[in-house]
């Protein structure tokens, strides 16, 4: 049942990253007028794109599995934030996450296809057309009872075994200006002082399939979506990886917050924010 929603899902993802490509490369080279971006916040960009690119991955899971429950980003399935958990099968997408990256030209941004079965994450794929510098792109997909895989390779979550000889990444909220609001900065300067490097590519899907590549050794944010997270959670189990949180009891799909690693640094890095 997974496997075959797993499988649709690659196909979907394609399918998805050609037109998604086709449209970055339109607006990068100014063949196509930005015009058609709007704003959801102070900084929270939507364009046309992410609606055409949603309602392409709806209509076609829609068509395949009609009894599924959806959770799309832009709402085009049902209302935002509105998701049938407890579905046998939950669709959560996000159309581009990364999308600050998308308007402004950067080839950091990917389409994001999570799969929860019974209120647990099973597969997920995270398709990033503009990277891999070869026709296609990188399609990161998988989950717990699949392995996870970038395009044919097979992934496995890095070794290291300490946060000082560790690249990590993370991201920061839209909301960081307001009242109050978690900024990550005192996270992200201990991380700084601490590890080897630190990275910050602008789209969680891709910072947790690099989780599962083995590239980052672990990654965390906060005030994130569950169509952020949501195939990259999957792509990290699958790597053999760990899921964890920032705040002990919540939920790293459902609370905006998770902190990914290869299972060896994770702790390290959760005492280091806790001593903050
Ligand atoms: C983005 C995330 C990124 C985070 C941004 C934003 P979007 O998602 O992928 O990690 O730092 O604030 O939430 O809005 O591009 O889908």
Avoid at 37 to 58: C, M, P, W
Avoid at 145 to 154: I, M, P, S, V
Wanted: charge should be negative; charged fraction near 25%; proline fraction near 3%.
């Amino acid at each position: 049942m997974t496997q075959r929603r797993l499988d649709f899902a690659r196909e979907l993802a394609r399918q998805a990253g050609a037109l998604l490509l086709e449209r970055f490369e339109a607006r990068r080279f100014a063949k196509a007028s930005s015009a058609a971006t709007e704003f959801k916040g102070r900084r929270e960009l939507v364009t046309a794109v992410d609606r055409e690119i949603e309602t392409l991955l709806v209509t076609a899971i829609r068509e395949r599995f009609e009894h599924d429950a959806i959770l799309a980003e832009e709402g085009v399935a049902s209302p935002r934030g509105v998701a049938d958990r407890a579905a046998e099968f939950l669709w959560i997408l996000d159309p581009i996450d990364g999308t600050t990256n998308f308007v402004h030209g950067h080839p950091s941004f990917s389409i994001s296809i999570g799969i929860v079965r019974s209120g647990e994450v099973a597969a997920g794929v995270v398709m990033a057309p503009a990277l891999g510098g070869r026709a296609g792109g990188e399609c990161y997909w998988g989950g717990p009872l699949f392995g996870a895989y970038c395009n044919d390779h097979k992934l496995s979550v890095s070794t290291t075994t300490a946060v000082r000889d560790a690249v990590v990444a993370t991201g920061f909220s839209y909301g960081r200006n307001e009242m109050g609001a978690d900024t990550n900065v005192e996270r992200f300067t201990a991380a700084l002082m601490e590890a080897r490097g630190i990275r910050r590519c602008g789209s969680a899907a891709l910072d947790l399939a690099f989780v599962a590549a083995g590239i980052y050794d672990a990654y965390w944010e906060k005030d994130l979506a569950p169509y952020d997270v949501a195939a990259g959670i999957a792509l990290v189990l699958g790597a053999g990886g760990s899921i964890d949180v920032l705040e002990t009891g919540k939920s790293p799909l459902w609370d905006r917050q998770v902190l990914a690693s290869n299972g060896r640094i994770g702790s390290e890095l959760r005492a280091l924010f806790d001593a903050l």
